[in-house]
């Protein structure tokens, strides 16, 4: 059993649920985020059963299950390159001197160099994650028990030349399109949870608020990497106006 989870709140007192405006997103509730999995979170495991209590309280058809898919050979990927290790950050500056014929991409990569310049000098920098949520495997899929409470899955991060942390838009600032679908249907105020805290579910909050939704972002419900991880994301949060609440709070409109 892990550490519990901080309470952390910037609001008090009942969140109360209507069917007409408001949306849940539960980010990356997959087996690749346990500890065990590919690129397992502690405490991961234990939010499964309190968040399909949560999302039973959403309208069905406004319970979106967000899932993280890559293929082999995408650029956010450590064997998609030749010689480094998992975790490693590889930058523009490094690559930049790269040629067609000297540089540490893995020949099954299905990106090009020109690809992973161009992606690189608008992000900055890419970690090398170690393979996890790999397409075709049984990492790839939401909890079964949150998929079967859900009926909108979305997907990220299957796009091979740029990764994608945010369920809103991919890394290189790219949108794939949630939050229109969203506005469309007439939701203003979303409820976001999930794996982890400091770096997909708290994108995800982020960039719904960029986009003009209320936000709620779930504390008790979205275990993170590191303390300091989860402090600088619940700082970024609150200055970005998303409102830190924990699960108990959610309730159903009388």
Same mark, same amino acid.
């Given at each position: %059993?892990?550490?519990?989870h901080?309470?952390v709140?910037?609001v $008090?007192?009942?969140?109360?649920i209507?069917?007409v405006?408001?949306?849940?997103l539960? &980010?990356?509730? %997959?087996?690749t985020?346990m500890m065990g999995? =590919?690129? =397992?979170v502690q405490?991961?495991h234990?939010?499964?059963?309190p968040?399909l209590r949560m999302i039973r309280?959403?309208?069905r058809?406004f319970?979106?299950a967000l %899932?993280?898919?890559?293929?082999?050979g995408? &650029?956010?990927i450590?064997?998609?390159?030749? *010689? +480094?290790e998992?975790?490693?950050?590889l930058? +523009?500056?490094e690559v930049k001197?790269?040629?067609?014929?000297k540089? !540490?991409?893995?020949?099954?990569? !299905?990106?090009?160099? !020109?690809e992973l310049?161009r992606?690189l000098r608008? &992000?900055?920098?890419?970690?090398l994650?170690?393979?996890h949520?790999?397409e075709?495997t049984d990492? #790839?899929?939401v $909890?079964?028990?949150?998929?079967?409470?859900?009926?909108?899955?979305?997907?990220?991060?299957n796009?091979p030349?740029s990764?994608?942390?945010?369920g809103f838009e991919?890394n290189?600032?790219?949108?794939i399109?949630?939050? #229109?679908q969203?506005?469309?249907r007439?939701?203003r105020?979303?409820?976001?949870?999930?794996i982890?805290g400091?770096?997909?579910a708290?994108l995800? #909050?982020?960039? =719904?608020?960029?986009?003009g939704?209320?936000?709620?972002?779930?504390?008790d419900?979205?275990?993170?990497?590191?303390p300091? =991880?989860r402090?600088?994301? +619940?700082?970024r949060?609150i200055d970005? *106006?998303?409102?830190?609440?924990?699960?108990?709070?959610?309730q159903?409109?009388a």
């Amino acid at each position: %059993m892990s550490a519990p989870h901080p309470i952390v709140r910037t609001v $008090e007192g009942p969140i109360i649920i209507n069917d007409v405006l408001w949306a849940v997103l539960s &980010v990356d509730i %997959m087996r690749t985020f346990m500890m065990g999995g =590919g690129l =397992g979170v502690q405490g991961g495991h234990e939010i499964v059963l309190p968040g399909l209590r949560m999302i039973r309280k959403f309208s069905r058809e406004f319970r979106y299950a967000l %899932m993280d898919i890559h293929a082999p050979g995408s &650029v956010s990927i450590v064997t998609s390159f030749v *010689g +480094y290790e998992a975790f490693y950050k590889l930058t +523009y500056d490094e690559v930049k001197g790269w040629t067609p014929k000297k540089n !540490r991409i893995a020949a099954h990569a !299905r990106f090009t160099l !020109r690809e992973l310049k161009r992606y690189l000098r608008k &992000v900055g920098f890419q970690i090398l994650w170690p393979e996890h949520a790999m397409e075709g495997t049984d990492e #790839a899929r939401v $909890e079964p028990e949150i998929l079967n409470e859900s009926t909108l899955p979305w997907f990220k991060g299957n796009r091979p030349h740029s990764d994608s942390n945010s369920g809103f838009e991919e890394n290189d600032g790219h949108d794939i399109g949630l939050g #229109a679908q969203l506005w469309c249907r007439g939701i203003r105020k979303i409820v976001v949870w999930g794996i982890a805290g400091d770096v997909c579910a708290g994108l995800t #909050a982020l960039h =719904g608020a960029k986009r003009g939704f209320e936000v709620y972002f779930v504390t008790d419900l979205s275990p993170c990497i590191s303390p300091e =991880g989860r402090d600088a994301m +619940y700082q970024r949060l609150i200055d970005a *106006g998303v409102h830190l609440i924990t699960s108990d709070q959610i309730q159903q409109a009388a």
